[in-house]
Nanobody, 123 residues
Framework: QVQLVESGGGLVQAGGSLRLSCAAS????????MGWFRQAPGKERELVAA????????YYADSVKGRFTISRDNAESAVYLQLNSLTPEDTAVYYC????????????????WGQGTQVTVSS
């Protein structure tokens, strides 16, 4: 069982950067793959980036490749998302999610979710 809390969202100008953090509970954090999802108003929740249990394998949505970076620190039970070169299209609530072991692209396979953190990018 994992409990997740996101932080780091806020208002930023286009072209700016933010770093989102997700703090996880429990001592079994390293057994879980982690994902960052986002949901904009009127749109479905979509996978932005994911990372496997060791950090050796990552996935990025085409829309964020080259701009966002996912990382994890198992010693601190935390996962991060660095957002660079932000555009208004990146405006959304960003959610941290966890599932046991293997990385997945499918949101229904992630049983553990944080409450989300708002990212707003102005023109």
């Amino acid at each position: 069982q994992v409990q997740l809390v996101e932080s780091g969202g806020g208002l930023v100008q286009a072209g700016g950067s933010l770093r989102l953090s997700c703090a996880a509970s429990g001592r079994t954090f390293s057994n879980y793959a982690m994902g960052w999802f986002r949901q904009a108003p009127g749109k479905e929740r979509e996978l932005v980036a994911a990372i496997n249990w060791s950090g050796g394998s990552t996935y990025y949505a085409d829309s964020v490749k080259g701009r966002f970076t996912i990382s994890r620190d198992n010693a601190e039970s935390a996962v991060y998302l660095q957002l660079n070169s932000l555009t208004p299209e990146d405006t959304a609530v960003y959610y941290c999610a966890a599932k046991f072991r293997n990385l997945s692209y499918y949101k229904h396979e992630y049983p553990y979710w944080g409450q989300g953190t708002q990212v707003t990018v102005s023109s």
